[in-house]
């Protein structure tokens, strides 16, 4: 699962497996579990070792997004399926045709900062017998 907080969003997939194009332009569709509605981006693969990993920044944002920028808007709180696609095409945000290269589950949080959880103390005892 990939978590995705507000503003710039770094994340690292492995598609280079499944990506059968030479040069492929990636599409990711994030779909909504609740209200099954669909959101389209493209984002550069930024990796510099693209055949073992690839990464992509994706800009969570909460006014009009522009999807040709990697930029998305996503509902608070809620979980999505992301699906990537690989394609020739630099502008296409429709998947119809395309092959599907990688598929997983997102959750969007407004903010997400690590919590520690410290129960207090702990006590132990060792009994030697």
Do not use: W
């Not at 992301?82 to 395309?98: C, D, F, I, K, M």
């Not at 702990?122 to 030697?128: H, L």
């Amino acid at each position: 699962m990939i978590r995705f907080i507000t503003g710039t969003n770094t994340i690292a997939l492995t598609l280079k497996e499944k990506t059968t194009l030479e040069s492929p332009t990636y599409l990711f569709e994030f779909i909504n579990n609740q209200s099954k509605e669909k959101l389209y981006c493209i984002s550069t693969d930024t990796s510099a070792f693209k055949e073992r990993y690839n990464k992509f920044s994706i800009i969570v944002k909460t006014t009009t997004p522009t999807p040709l920028n990697g930029e998305v808007k996503l509902k608070i709180g809620d979980e999505y399926t992301y699906n990537v696609y690989e394609q020739e095409s630099t502008t296409n945000l429709n998947p119809a045709g395309l092959s599907k290269v990688e598929t997983g589950y997102m959750k969007f949080k407004i903010n997400q900062e690590r919590t520690i959880y410290n129960g207090g103390a702990t006590t132990r005892k060792v009994f030697e017998g």
